[in-house]
């Protein structure tokens, strides 16, 4: 027994003096793991073409080039720096990546909520964060995909927002505009990465100029900041499409459609969208990668307003003939207000379920159940330890004497909060991959994790406990009929048995 509280005693000894450095050096073990475990050595579709840009720029046909410039760049410029030390770029990319995405989860997230929220932070805590993510999103790790780089670019600039707002004004000017600067450019790389986060953007200007003192300083720094990492963009569009754009999907432009607005049409008809890889039972590859659940619902709504449609696949059609532009789905929408709601709900859900996070599935999705429901789950623990985290902290700050600056209260604080979550929330309408509920369900970990507490969580169950088991009650017949309908709609020739 003795021998066993001293290994105890010697490894929280280990992260009391340098906890994160603990957890990033673990964090880069299991995600280095992952990537041996999985041994991908051939990258398709999305990945092939993020990985052709960043080592292969010249072989990149013009109509693949409506992705951003930064995120391939700088894998680009790693891998050749490893290659010119003699290194495998592919071999280089699986060792860099566990790096980078281990100072990402295991570092900056916990950092930046406990900031942010007043999360707790540990060495346990980040490593679990970890785990959580390869245990629900391998893919994201282990392919060169934009999703968690893009997410991490915009929690990197909300956290030198917030190191920005929080630094003491008797300290040297400077060092707030280098922040204002660098927040800039991180929140404008986010978005070259992935153009959704236009709308997390606007939330971060709103936060600041309602939560500055100096908002128009900090706002031109970080205007400045946004140009920088955008101008390269610029100059591509303009020598490619000859359009001045910092847009990466500036292609869709010259044909007067708009990319978002044909993803929100196809979401009528489409409410799960999957890319199969690998060979099926005859062992040849599949002619369509794309696995399309089909909305029955939206189906019959498409026939029923009377839009132009066209076949997308075994008799589906889809709204995007007619619609053009976001004001064009927005008419729609309005003329139809409960359909439309209904229809996102289904996609809300089926975000959530996750049983697709190889991103390239080689196993039958209908058949994961288990998977299922262990995603609702996690999301339901995060949902019960963030709320008695938050009890528990109002409980303290209620009963015990604190000065102001121990609990200071920040104005409109749910705007960085939305800028975190937004990328999720406004992709819901369109076809659902659950790879674009990552930046939700991260937020949600990280908060999760970062307020847990037997403690607290006991305490909440203790006087809220029928409340919970009736949610409960209600939650997972509702997500289990819901994402069992949707896995029956499979509508394309790749089907569950082919696998």
Known sequence: MQRHADVLAFLQKIPGTRPLAWAV?????????????HDVSVFKYDAEVYWLMAILPDAVPIEYMIRGYFFPWVMGRIAYFFYHLGFNPLAAFKAYSSVVFALGLG???????????????????SLLLVLVVVAVYPGLIIYPLSDLPAILL?????????CCRDHPPSDAYWIRMVYALAAGVALGAAYNTRTIFLFAICLVVLAVVLQFHQRRHFLIYMAIGLALSCIPQVLMNQKIHGITSANPAVAFASQNVSLFAQQLAWGVTVQRYETAIGPDQSGREPSRPGL??????????????????YPLANGLTTASSAVTNVSDYLKIVLKHPVDFAALYVRHFVNGLDVRDGTVYVRESSPDKK???????????LSLLSIKAGRADRNTLVTTTPLTPAQFKPVRHSYLLTGALVIASLAVVPGAMETRFMLALLLYLWVAGIGHASWGSIAAELRRYGWIYFGIAVVVYPSFYFITE???ESLQTPW?????
């Open 25 to 37: 050096f673990l964090s880069g073990l299991v995600l280095l793991s992952v990537h041996l475990w």
């Open 107 to 125: 570092l900056l997230l916990p950092v930046t909520y406990r900031r942010l929220a007043d999360g707790q932070v540990s060495w346990l805590r």
């Open 154 to 162: 915009m929690w990197l600039g909300i956290y030198w927002v917030l």
């Open 292 to 309: 399309i659940y089909a909305d029955p619902d939206g189906v019959q709504l498409t026939k029923d307003i009377a839009v132009a449609a």
């Open 370 to 380: 288990i998977t299922s429901l262990a995603c609702i789950t996690l999301v339901l």
């Open 485 to 487: 309908n949707t896995m």
């Open 495 to 499: 089907m569950r048995n082919q696998f």
